[in-house]
């Protein structure tokens, strides 16, 4: 008996989906473009927060009255900030935001091969000796081929 309750009260209602397959999947479509302002880091249509559902069920009544995709993003936009959008438009304000991972990059790479031809030219660079050391150095040699023969 217990075996045949349990299942029925884990299930949960069902998501819900628009009554029109057209609107739905253009719905989708559009929503994987847009980013969920409580995830992050997931699109509208991967995200399961409640507040991502509600906005879902904004672009579907909006889809429903007849507005365009440009419209419903403008509208999303004026309400949630450029944020909203995974791919914001290029202009002055966001430069950083398309062009700051590449100059980063480059800037890297840039000191790196300074870095890299300095500590070269320090390895390469014999060391000065002064004149005890030379002498030192010379009586070790002139020692050293002495025994030898």
């Given amino acids: 008996m217990l075996m045949l309750v349990l299942p029925s009260s884990w299930a949960r209602e069902a998501a819900p989906v628009a009554e029109d397959p057209e609107i739905e999947r253009r719905m989708i479509e559009l929503s994987e473009d847009l980013r969920c302002l409580v995830c992050q880091n997931e699109s509208l249509a ?3 927060a409640d507040f991502a559902n509600d906005l879902r069920r904004e672009i579907r009544e909006q889809m429903k009255d007849n507005k365009s995709d440009k419209e419903i993003v403008d509208f999303l936009v004026a309400r949630y900030g450029e944020f909203v959008l995974y791919r914001p438009p290029v202009k002055p304000t966001t430069m950083l ?7 980063f990059l480059a800037a890297g790479a840039v000191f790196l091969i300074f870095y890299l031809k300095r500590r070269r030219r320090r390895q390469i660079e014999e060391p000065a000796l002064s004149e005890k050391q030379r002498q030192q150095a010379e009586a070790l040699l002139k020692e050293g081929k002495g025994n030898n023969a």
Avoid at 97 to 103: Q, R, T
């Fill in 46 to 48: 991967g995200s399961r």
């Fill in 97 to 103: 935001l398309w062009f700051g991972p590449f100059i």
